[in-house]
């Protein structure tokens, strides 16, 4: 996959997530689900059952998980993007300009940034304001499985700089690679 394509795949992921914040709300009867997505090879606990879509393009197959929480004051989503071979690139290389280029879909900016690994892979953390002042927290990571690069975003987006985000930090603690 093209460092370009994994950019217009988090274009589509913060104009979902800058919608759905603080946006219609969800029946009551939405719990936390601990989901398994087979075809994207982890699970983690979702606010509410995730709704799938999936996208081919190329060789490069997309996946994307997302869920609200029960007020629909948090959205979460998680994306898998699967191509045959080696990114292109430097993987931090890679992770910052997935950052820099989410904060350009949205015309946001990014007010902070962290390296860190996670369950045992090269990480990126990063924090975007939008103009409009929601915030959009999210982590990106490469995990290389067989001859297949696996490259998953996290995404939570809440409607203010300083509002909680319980569901995002509780889809980050309950997230497993399963293959």
Request: proline fraction near 4%; glycine fraction near 8%; hydrophobic fraction near 40%.
């Amino acid at each position: 996959m093209t460092n370009r394509g994994a950019a217009a795949a988090a274009v589509v992921l913060l104009l979902g997530l800058l919608g759905a914040c603080g946006g219609s709300a969800t029946s009551s009867a939405d719990k936390p689900t601990l989901f398994k997505a087979t075809d994207a090879g982890f699970s983690a606990e979702f606010p509410s059952k995730p709704q799938r879509t999936a996208t081919t393009k190329d060789v490069t197959t997309e996946v994307r998980y997302e869920a609200l929480s029960a007020n629909a004051a948090e959205d979460v989503i998680v994306q898998y993007l699967a191509s045959p071979g080696p990114m292109n690139g430097v993987t931090q290389t890679l992770l910052d300009q997935q950052m820099d280029g989410s904060a350009s879909a949205v015309s946001g900016t990014v007010v902070s940034r962290a390296n860190l690994t996670f369950l045992g892979h090269q990480a990126e953390d990063g924090v975007i304001r939008s103009p409009s002042g929601h915030a959009i927290r999210m982590r990106a990571f490469l995990v290389t499985a067989g001859d297949v690069e696996q490259y998953f975003v996290f995404s939570g987006g809440a409607a203010s700089m300083d509002a909680p985000h319980p569901a995002y930090d509780r889809l980050l603690a309950t997230f497993k690679l399963t293959t």
